[in-house]
T-cell receptor
Framework: AQKITQTQPGMFVQEKEAVTLDCTYD???????LFWYKQPSSGEMIFLIY??????QNATEGRYSLNFQKARKSANLVISASQLGDSAMYFC???????????FGAGTTVTVRA | GAGVSQSPSNKVTEKGKDVELRCDPI?????LYWYRQSLGQGLEFLIY????????KSGLPSDRFSAERTGGSVSTLTIQRTQQEDSAVYLC??????????????FGDGTRLSIL
């Protein structure tokens, strides 16, 4: 079964606007971590933000914030004040406590328009 | 450098040849991972190393794939008798010691492998 689902293959956003990228996950492990990575066209995977399953508050890192809704098993990434350099593929990933590897979603391509 | 280093960045080879991909993790990172990313898709886990041992090889797609790690540092992923379906970007990641879920994995730039 798919552990991470990203339903938006591609999104367009106007510069300076906010964009929300959806991510839902599936696990029976009570302890897990959720990650978002950015992959520009150059190919490198850049770690953006982390949310732990026991964290009481939503994670924030600069212009990135994570809307964590545990009961819904969703961990949406919000990018505020979009910049042209935000154009990239974004991946949601999960690591369960009894595992080592990251399970990735299929990704969402974000294109920021001037 | 401070990041994960992979070489070569690009590799083009003929079907049936063997290839070796190299990964140099961040200094001090004992955990090392190999993933594969096919065109336009997410990442597929291949193998995990803790130190020099590989407790999880579950993602290796066939016995043509093997990996080793020496000195708790550099890792080599070897693909024997390459097939066209092996064409992909191979990404290496490392993380600091510990198995807590909050350890982010830091990725290299990948090796883009093309099998003709």
């Amino acid at each position: 079964a798919q552990k991470i689902t990203q339903t938006q293959p591609g999104m367009f956003v106007q510069e300076k606007e906010a964009v929300t990228l959806d991510c839902t996950y599936d696990t029976s492990d009570p302890s897990y971590g959720l990650f978002w990575y950015k992959q520009p066209s150059s190919g490198e995977m850049i770690f953006l933000i982390y949310q732990g399953s026991y964290d009481q508050q939503n994670a924030t890192e600069g212009r990135y914030s994570l809307n964590f809704q545990k009961a819904r098993k969703s961990a949406n990434l919000v990018i505020s004040a979009s910049q042209l350099g935000d154009s990239a593929m974004y991946f949601c990933a999960m690591r369960e406590n009894n595992d080592y590897k990251l399970s990735f979603g299929a990704g969402t391509t974000v294109t920021v328009r001037a | 450098g401070a990041g994960v280093s992979q070489s070569p960045s690009n590799k083009v080879t003929e079907k049936g040849k063997d290839v070796e991909l190299r990964c140099d993790p961040i200094s001090g990172h004992t955990a090392l991972y190999w993933y594969r990313q096919s065109l336009g898709q997410g990442l597929e886990f291949l193998i995990y190393f803790q130190g020099n041992s590989a407790p999880d090889k579950s993602g290796l797609p066939s016995d043509r794939f093997s990996a080793e790690r020496t000195g708790g540092s550099v890792s080599t992923l070897t693909i024997q008798r390459t097939q066209q379906e092996d064409s992909a970007v191979y990404l290496c990641a490392s993380s600091s010691p510990g198995v807590q879920p909050n350890q982010p994995q830091h990725f290299g730039d990948g090796t883009r492998l093309s099998i003709l």
